[in-house]
C-alpha cells in the first residue's frame, strides 16, 4: 500500500512539472482564442485546463499516515473509474483505534462502494461520499454511493450479486469483525437508489 502511494505521488510530482513546463504555451493559446473571438473554444480549453490542474493536485493528507495511504489509493482508483468522490476526513490526534483496523474498514468500504459504482450505466453517475469525524465519544464514518439495486436481502444482511457467492462477502465480514472488536456500532440502508454505511467506533 505504501509503495502504491508512493507511486502515486511520484505521478502527481510529474505532472505539476509538466503543468508548469506548459503553462506559459497555455495562456498563450487561450489569448489567441480570445483575440479571435473563439469564446467556446476558450471555454472548453479552460475547463479541460481546470479537470488537468484538479487531479494534479488533489491530494488528501489528513495527519494519520495510515488513512492517507488508503484514501488516496482508493481515490486513485476511483479517478481511473470515473467515479467523482467527496471526502470530509478529521481525524483526532492520538487516535487509539489501529490503523490496521481502521485501513480494513476503509479499504473494504471502498471497495464495496466502487464496485457498486462500476454497475452503473452511466459514468455520470459515480460517485461516493465519505466522512469521518469524531461524534461525541466516538469516531463517525459514512460511506455513501448510488446502488442500481437493493443489497440488503429481506433477512436484513448483506447480499452479493456476484456468482461465486461462496468466495465473496469477506470484506463485509472483515467489517464487521473491526466493530464488534471495538464494541461500535454498523448500521447500513438502502433508501432511494443510495446505499449508505454507518461506523461508530469507540474513541
Known amino acids: 500500500m505504501l ?14 512539472k ?10 498563450v493559446c487561450i489569448e489567441k482564442l ?6 467556446q473554444l476558450a471555454n472548453e480549453y479552460v475547463k479541460d485546463l481546470k479537470e488537468e490542474v484538479i487531479e494534479t ?8 499516515d495510515a488513512v492517507d495511504a488508503i484514501l488516496n489509493l482508493k481515490k486513485s482508483e476511483g479517478a481511473q473509474k470515473k467515479i467523482e468522490m467527496d471526502m470530509k476526513i478529521n481525524i483526532p490526534d492520538n487516535l487509539t483505534i489501529k490503523p490496521l483496523d481502521l485501513c480494513t474498514i476503509l479499504g473494504n468500504a471502498l471497495d464495496n462502494s466502487i ?7 452511466s459514468d ?6 465519505l466522512k469521518i469525524n469524531p461524534y461525541k465519544d466516538y469516531l463517525f464514518i459514512e460511506i455513501l454511493n448510488p446502488s442500481s439495486i437493493n443489497p440488503i ?5 448483506l447480499k452479493t450479486t456476484k456468482k461465486d457467492k461462496e468466495n465473496h462477502g469477506f470484506g463485509m465480514k472483515s467489517i464487521e469483525a473491526v466493530v464488534e472488536k471495538y464494541n461500535g456500532i454498523l448500521h447500513y440502508e438502502y433508501n432511494d437508489g443510495k446505499f449508505i454505511l454507518n461506523i461508530m467506533l469507540p474513541l
Open 57 to 64: 493536485y488533489t491530494w488528501i493528507k489528513t495527519g494519520n
Open 3 to 16: 509503495k502504491k502511494e508512493m507511486e502515486e505521488k511520484e505521478r502527481m510530482y510529474e505532472g505539476v
Open 124 to 129: 455520470d453517475k459515480r460517485y461516493i461520499d
Open 153 to 157: 436481502g429481506e433477512d436484513g444482511k
Open 18 to 27: 509538466k503543468l508548469q513546463h506548459d503553462f506559459k504555451n497555455h495562456i
Open 115 to 121: 464496485e457498486a459504482n462500476e454497475k452503473l450505466k
Open 34 to 39: 480570445l483575440e479571435k473571438g473563439q469564446f
